[in-house]
């Protein structure tokens, strides 16, 4: 039972464009939520997070909205540039739960110079 | 400042030989958690500590594995007997005790049992 969803596997998008990766979840306790970027052989990077008291979070090019009522969140990349290239992990905890992360299935995304 | 570091980067073992993974942690951090990544069931923690001390080893798959933290700056995980169906990636990750929750990865460890 997959308490946090990625539904693409994979996306394409052109150099300078908006990315928007998506993320469901379906635990109510969830509370915290994050997203880390993986290249090939390295392990997850840290990107950006958001508190469920927060609708938006953002940090230079990289904005995180989070919709509770709909159990949604998404990362936009603006503008999008081919080192982005990565797969995006989201992952989210119940702060209650000490730390544990739960992490979604993983999206590839590809920028096209 | 280092991050997390991962020993060996790559191991290749027999089935039924006993295999142990190494980490050290970001200094200054808590928490220490261990996790594994496979095509079929992605990334999952196996046991995270706390102070040196485990926590939660829920997802520690079978008896086969066990993970130690003997002082704040190392930690193991053993497998023993190893099997082809633990062939992954390991991943170690360190947390600081403030009340962000980020984790920090290391490398990890490909583990390839034949």
């Known amino acids: 039972d997959q308490q946090v969803k990625q539904n693409s596997p994979s996306l394409s998008v052109q150099e300078g464009r908006i990315s928007i990766l998506n993320c469901d979840y379906t635990?109510?306790?969830?509370?915290?939520f994050l997203w880390y970027k993986k290249y090939p052989a390295e392990g997850p990077t840290f990107l950006i997070s958001?508190?469920?008291?927060?609708d938006k979070n953002e940090d230079g090019r990289f904005t995180v909205f989070l919709n509770k009522s709909a159990k949604h969140l998404s990362l936009h990349i603006v503008p999008s540039q081919p080192g982005d290239s990565a797969v995006y992990f989201c992952?989210?905890?119940?702060?209650?739960?000490?730390?544990?992360?739960?992490f979604g299935s993983g999206t590839q995304l590809t920028v096209l110079p | 400042d280092a991050g997390v570091i991962q020993s060996p980067r790559h191991e290749v073992t027999e089935m039924g030989q006993e295999v142990t993974l190494r980490c050290k942690p970001i200094?200054?951090?808590?928490?220490l958690f261990w996790y594994r990544q496979t095509m079929m069931r992605g990334l999952e923690l196996l046991i995270y500590?706390?102070?040196?001390?485990?926590?939660?080893d829920s997802g520690m798959p079978e008896d086969r594995f066990s993970a130690k933290m003997p002082n704040a700056s190392f930690s193991t995980l053993k497998i023993q007997p190893s099997e082809p169906r633990d062939s992954a990636v390991y991943f170690c990750?360190?947390?600081?005790?403030?009340?962000?929750?980020?984790?920090?990865f290391g490398p990890g460890t490909r583990l390839t049992v034949t």
């Open positions: 990750a360190s947390s600081p005790r403030q009340e962000t929750y980020e984790q920090y």
């Open positions: 992952a989210a905890m119940a702060s209650g739960s000490a730390r544990q992360l739960t």
């Open positions: 200094s200054g951090h808590d928490y």
């Open positions: 635990n109510s306790m969830f509370d915290y």
């Open positions: 958001i508190s469920s008291i927060k």
């Open positions: 500590f706390n102070n040196n001390v485990p926590i939660d």
